[in-house]
């Protein structure tokens, strides 16, 4: 089974499948323009488990993507470990880069992207089941103009007895490229990632607490207190 809890600023995901305990935290930085999600894996069993993280976000910049989607031109940093993308006739955000990146990767692990939606998917299939998944061959690379456009990441390693990783995944938006590094740099590692959802979830407890509701029924009190 799944165990989904929407907190307060935050989304937690956890699963236990086959000896690997998997939890993913999600939330949007109080201040500052990103989303940052959080995937930690621990094998609980006594076998090695070699392992592939994806992580796929489609690119719309506009209204609709089969409109916008040929207009959008990303840009690779650092050998796919970040991924940009523009949009110069989206009239409201013309100026506005859009980022996705991956933090959390050791030196044993294999990395790979892609920025084709088709290459992922695969042809006449669907996110329930692309591609990139069920084969064994790592993300192609693709970086180009005029496709269909996504941010696509492949992160292979391997897993010992007790071991435990954890991998952040960042999006967000920006001006310009210098706060894009910015933002990376700041978010970029667990201890940050942390010390933004604690502030994110002080945010919401003071906020929330400030109004309290007292009725014949104490079901709905506690509920108004959550």
Do not use: M
């Amino acid at each position: 089974p799944y165990k989904i809890v929407h907190g307060f600023g935050y989304t937690t995901y956890e699963h236990t499948h086959d000896d690997l305990e998997q939890k993913l935290v999600q939330f949007v930085d109080k201040k500052d323009p990103v989303k940052i999600s959080t995937l930690k894996i621990e094998n609980r069993g006594d076998k090695e488990r070699q392992l592939s993280v994806y992580r796929y976000t489609e690119r719309v910049l506009g209204i609709s993507r089969n409109q916008a989607s040929k207009n959008v031109i990303q840009e690779v940093w650092d050998n796919g470990i970040t991924i940009l993308a523009r949009n110069h006739y989206n009239n409201e955000f013309a100026n506005r880069i859009a980022f996705s990146s991956v933090s959390g990767c050791v030196e044993s692990d294999e990395h790979s992207y892609t920025t084709s939606r088709a290459s992922f998917i695969g042809r006449n299939r669907s996110l329930k089941e692309p591609i990139a998944v069920v084969t064994d061959n790592h993300l192609d690379g693709i970086s180009e103009t005029g496709i269909d456009p996504c941010a696509a990441f492949q992160v292979t390693f391997t897993l010992e007895p007790g071991e435990t990783r954890k991998l952040l995944f960042i999006e967000g938006e920006s001006d310009t490229e210098s706060e894009i590094k910015e933002l990376i740099q700041k978010f970029g590692n667990p201890e940050s990632a942390d010390k933004s959802l604690k502030h994110v979830r002080r945010f919401w407890k003071s906020y929330l607490s400030k109004i309290t509701v007292e009725t014949p029924d104490n079901s709905l009190n506690l509920l108004d207190r959550k």
